[in-house]
T-cell receptor
Framework: GAVVSQHPSWVICKSGTSVKIECRSLDFQATTMFWYRQFPKQSLMLMATSNEGSKATYEQGVEKDKFLINHASLTLSTLTVTSAHPEDSSFYIC??????????????FGSGTRLTVV | GNSVTQMEGPVTLSEEAFLTINCTYTATGYPSLFWYVQYPGEGLQLLLKATKADDKGSNKGFEATYRKETTSFHLEKGSVQVSDSAVYFCALWDGGSNYKLTFGKGTLLTVNP
């Protein structure tokens, strides 16, 4: 089945530094990837949609200059949290799909990244 | 717009009990419906899906039937195990070209031995 690998699984960084999270589709080409943020005991909040080779589409209220998304290839999307602050601490999850496959196997999710900013 | 409403948790059951987690939706057109499961500290895994009315999705003893007349996709399992303890999310894709999923808020299930 489709597999999405997300790294790192957890990261601790100092306030003011930047953190990059990678999301890779291992056995399929993901033309579309999604980035979510999940607060404790809450549902997933879609942050942005990225399509290979084009700019990401951010959801309302998400700062595009703070959460930089790059989808440079069909198998890799990255989320960079710039100048991280404690309020950015959260669980970030990516998912990937390819047009036409949404109903076949749904959307494949990465295992998530726990970001803690101290 | 699209929306998914799940029964509020948490749900606590004893092992071998019957499970139902209700899910209803609002969407345009004919959405595909999904149940995802999230184990502690992990991402989401697809549990089952249904793409058209009256389809029944099933996996690992879980079942859900796409009911268009009641716009529902309730998750059921006849006999839960401790290992089923997780958060369950109902979701839909409306077939739109943005490929976005709409999620319910999730239901925490705890199964005690």
């Amino acid at each position: 089945g489709a597999v999405v690998s997300q790294h790192p699984s957890w990261v601790i960084c100092k306030s003011g530094t930047s953190v990059k999270i990678e999301c890779r589709s291992l056995d399929f080409q993901a033309t579309t990837m999604f980035w979510y943020r999940q607060f404790p005991k809450q549902s997933l909040m879609l942050m942005a949609t990225s399509n290979e080779g084009s700019k990401a589409t951010y959801e309302q209220g998400v700062e595009k200059d703070k959460f930089l998304i790059n989808h440079a290839s069909l198998t890799l999307s990255t989320l960079t949290v710039t100048s991280a602050h404690p309020e950015d601490s959260s669980f970030y999850i990516c998912s990937a799909t390819t047009p036409g496959q949404e109903s076949n196997y749904g959307y494949t999710f990465g295992s998530g990244t726990r970001l803690t900013v101290v | 717009g699209n929306s998914v409403t799940q029964m509020e948790g948490p749900v606590t059951l004893s092992e071998e009990a019957f499970l139902t987690i209700n899910c209803t939706y609002t969407a345009t057109g004919y959405p595909s419906l999904f149940w995802y499961v999230q184990y502690p500290g992990e991402g989401l895994q697809l549990l089952l899906k249904a793409t058209k009315a009256d389809d029944k999705g099933s996996n690992k003893g879980f079942e859900a039937t796409y009911r268009k007349e009641t716009t529902s996709f309730h998750l059921e399992k006849g006999s839960v195990q401790v290992s089923d303890s997780a958060v369950y999310f109902c979701a839909l894709w409306d077939g739109g070209s943005n490929y976005k999923l709409t999620f319910g808020k999730g239901t925490l299930l705890t199964v005690n031995p």
